[in-house]
Nanobody, 115 residues
Framework: VQLVESGGNLVQPGGSLRLSCAASGFTFSSYAMTWYRQAPGKERELVAFITSGGGSTNYADSVKGRFTISRDNGKNTVYLQMNSLKPEDTAVYYC?????????WGQGTQVTVSS
């Protein structure tokens, strides 16, 4: 199993970014996917969740209305569209797959929101 995140960058408050997570080594379309983030000195927290078919999503209260999770099962990729970014969104963002009770993580991508 391999998960590779990309798309992180330095962005000004109010800006947008789209993160991608390319998956391989498992049947991507069969599994729900989750984005997490970890800010310096804080615990890793769940940001967004999407079911295997993409028909259902869920978000942390802190990002509702600003972030959108989606997936393309043909490309084995899950996305996180982040709009109206705030300094408190600064963190390393990770995608996660839970397969047969085991969690798999990518290496993370850094998002920094600062003027």
């Amino acid at each position: 199993v391999q998960l590779v995140e990309s798309g992180g960058n330095l962005v000004q408050p109010g800006g947008s970014l789209r993160l991608s997570c390319a998956a391989s080594g498992f049947t991507f379309s069969s599994y729900a996917m989750t984005w997490y983030r970890q800010a310096p000195g804080k615990e890793r927290e769940l940001v967004a969740f999407i079911t295997s078919g993409g028909g259902s999503t869920n978000y942390a209260d802190s990002v509702k209305g600003r972030f959108t999770i989606s997936r393309d099962n043909g490309k084995n990729t899950v996305y996180l569209q982040m709009n109206s970014l705030k300094p408190e969104d600064t963190a390393v963002y990770y995608c996660r797959a839970s397969i047969w009770g085991r969690a798999y993580w990518g290496q993370g991508t850094q998002v920094t929101v600062s003027s």
